[in-house]
């Protein structure tokens, strides 16, 4: 059943404000430029009117699907499938592929443009290759994010989406959740220096901090009270506690599960957070991340982390109370209004689905951590939804490590509930590892998994500064 023909069932629940974001986000769509007179079949490219770019494949037989692929963060670089892999392998299978650059010339944050160009991508490859009988988002990272907003907005265009490790609670409870981290680690190992932590006014500025805050960390490790305040500052930031090329360490193993955490600090991670941030701060005009309000110890009494903060503190002769009394107290920063409105227009998704959606998860994601999908969920099911949602969850670590085995069997399992109208028992972790399997290419390794609540603490509106 196409798009076009079946029940519009997310539709009718979206709420007034959604049908206005909806329907500014797709009249604001480009027309597409002129491309090369390009045959199908083969490798297309176009510019769109915004300037943004758009590439495309098309196998010789094609099998009437077109996938639309949303990259993540990074270089806005036209793109159509997550990996060289995928695409050969779908490729084969028949399947065509598109993808645009996003918008040139903003930030790499790039969710003011990635919609509409998304959508505007489409009307140009259609016009090159023909309608075709379904259309499918694909999207990992920031991708999934905005494969998230295609599935909510693009009911009669897009027939169903296939989500990746992705960004689905949006950019503010991102920022929010990382500048916890970033106060935890300026606040306890840097207290004599007053750091910068948001409104950066450069690129420079950005590496500054994320700099400074990896020092502090780096030496901060060589103790038991820094590796007690290293795993504190993990647990704000939804750090996993599993390191590449390690084994998982043991549940009780507190020491162990903070020297993988400090693993990906020492990789780097800190660098990535404040680049991004400095880039969404580009985007949505400002700071839309806030601490003012936060209460440090309710944060952690939530956190899936808890237990093992307090032996290490505990172990360290640290008094915990203190440090969250600290935290609490010394939490001022606010967010620029205008800033977080427009984060909420422009990088949020769960307000509904008008499609299904597929989304899967590495469970040791350390940029985007696993439990974004309990709070998309949440979100999904609040706004009536719940059932175009199914998640599946692959143990491994890292982000976006899927083998091509897990990402097109996951398709096959979207593709299952377009056709028939049912997900039946297809999007289970037995099925997708056995159909994952049965393809014969790179492994797979789906399990049964539910991932923790995320540790955000914040609800959608910041707290305003009391007046004395």
């Known amino acids: 059943m196409s798009a076009s023909t079946r029940p519009r069932v997310g539709r009718t629940r979206l709420r007034i404000a959604l049908a206005a974001l909806a329907s500014a986000a797709l009249v604001s769509v480009p027309m597409p430029a002129a491309v090369a007179d390009t045959p199908a079949g083969g490798h297309l490219t176009g510019t769109l009117s915004d300037g943004a770019t758009w590439v495309a494949d098309v196998p010789e037989h094609w099998n009437g699907t077109l996938l639309l692929f949303s990259h993540g963060f990074g270089p806005t670089v036209a793109r159509d499938a997550p990996t060289d892999a995928v695409r050969t392998e779908l490729l084969a299978q028949g399947y065509a592929m598109a993808g645009s650059s996003y918008d040139p010339h903003g930030s790499m944050w790039a969710l003011n443009s990635a919609e509409r160009d998304q959508f505007a991508t489409l009307d140009a490859v259609t016009a090159k290759i023909g309608t075709p009988q379904r259309t499918l988002a694909i999207g990992n990272s920031m991708g999934g994010l905005v494969n998230a907003q295609l599935a909510r907005d693009g009911g009669g265009r897009i027939d169903g989406a296939l989500g ?200 040791g994601d350390n940029l985007v951590p696993v439990e974004q999908e309990n709070r998309f969920a949440s979100r999904v099911r ?36 377009v056709s028939t109208g049912r997900w039946d028992d297809v999007a289970t972790p037995v099925a997708l590892q056995r159909s994952a399997t049965a393809l014969g290419l790179d492994g797979a390794a789906y399990v049964p998994y539910h991932p923790a609540q995320l540790s955000v603490g914040r609800d959608d509106r910041p707290a305003r500064p009391t007046r004395h």
């Not at 990535?272 to 440090?296: I, K, P």
Request: aromatic share 6%; glycine share 8%.
């Open 382 to 417: 609040a706004s009536g939804d719940g059932a175009l949602l199914r998640q599946a969850f692959v143990e491994r670590q890292g982000h976006c490590t899927f083998t091509t085995a897990e990402t097109v069997a996951a398709l096959h399992a979207l593709e299952h509930r």
């Open 164 to 363: 990746q490790c992705g960004l689905v609670a949006g950019g503010t409870d991102l920022d929010n959740y990382q500048l916890d981290a970033e106060h935890t680690i300026a606040q306890l190992l840097l207290p004599e220096q007053d750091v910068k932590l948001v409104r950066f006014g450069s690129a420079d500025d950005a590496a500054a901090t994320a700099t400074l805050l990896t020092k502090a960390v780096t030496a901060a490790q060589a103790t038991p009270q820094g590796r007690a305040r290293i795993a504190l500052a993990a647990a704000f930031l939804n750090l996993p506690a599993w390191s590449p090329g390690k084994d998982r360490p043991a549940a009780t193993d507190w020491a162990g599960q903070e020297a993988q955490q400090y693993d990906w600090f020492a990789q780097g991670i800190l660098s990535f957070v404040e680049g991004g941030r400095y880039a969404m701060e580009q985007s949505v005009g400002g700071n839309n991340s806030w601490n003012l309000g936060v209460d440090y110890t309710r944060l952690l009494a939530d956190s899936p982390h808890a237990p093992q903060v307090r032996a290490l503190y505990q172990a360290a002769g640290l008094d915990l109370r203190a440090d969250l009394r600290a935290l609490t107290e010394g939490a001022t920063v606010t967010a620029d209004p205008a800033a977080v409105r427009t984060a909420q227009r422009t990088s949020s998704a769960g307000q509904g689905l008008d499609v299904p959606l597929l989304d899967i998860h590495t469970n």
